[in-house]
């Protein structure tokens, strides 16, 4: 009743009673299924965040080994670039751990100066045993002019041109170009 005490069985409209509880019971399994769904978002954001990397890694190698022994520099490059890519997965691995916890907002973004000339050759070196995986031919780097600076981060950026190089040369067929 109107002053806190409770009603007795017949004083209950059951009926109300019951479109409350049904109302409840629709905004719990909206709010689980939003969750579910976001959910399913992040495991799929996830997946494509850690299979980028790794399948230029994975790519990168095999070619290295691929036919006849090569000169030493050969090899130093191309190590260098798994290097690369393997410290560029372990910060991605981060950023997935902390969005799990739900610290989303502790992402810290750096803002430097960024030579996306540079960004971009690094990109393309590094996808390049996937694209020769794929068979697909990459463009070259764009000649570094210094004009191309933008205030970001450069791990950041680097991913973003990982993702879209990868997406690139998933929906080309064999024989295209990147």
């Known amino acids: 009743d109107s002053q806190g005490a409770p009603l007795s069985f017949e ?25 579910l769904q976001a959910q399913r ?3 799929a954001n996830a997946s494509h965040e850690l299979r980028t990397p790794t399948t230029a890694n994975r ?16 090899y130093q490059e191309a190590l260098s670039r798994i290097v690369s890519t393997a410290r560029h997965l372990g910060h991605v ?6 969005m799990a916890r739900n ?19 690094e990109a393309l ?4 045993a996937l694209a ?19 205030s970001g981060d450069p791990m950041r950026l680097r991913q973003l041109l990982m993702v879209l190089l990868d997406n690139a040369m998933r929906y080309s067929r064999p024989g295209g170009e990147v």
Request: aromatic share 2%; proline share 4%; net charge negative.
């Open 59 to 74: 790519g990168e190698a095999e070619i290295t080994l691929r036919g006849v022994d090569k000169p030493a520099v050969e």
């Open 125 to 128: 070196a590094q996808a390049t």
């Open 41 to 43: 978002r992040f495991v």
């Open 93 to 98: 691995i981060d950023d997935l751990l902390t």
């Open 11 to 35: 004083e209950c409209d059951l009926g109300a009673l019951l479109r409350e509880l049904a109302d409840t019971f629709d905004a719990m399994l909206d709010r689980l299924s939003a969750s």
């Open 132 to 150: 020769a995986r794929r068979e697909i031919a990459l463009g070259t780097a764009p000649p570094r002019t210094g004009r191309h600076i933008v």
């Open 103 to 121: 610290d989303i907002d502790s992402l810290s973004l750096v803002r430097e100066p960024v030579d996306m000339d540079e960004l971009a050759g």
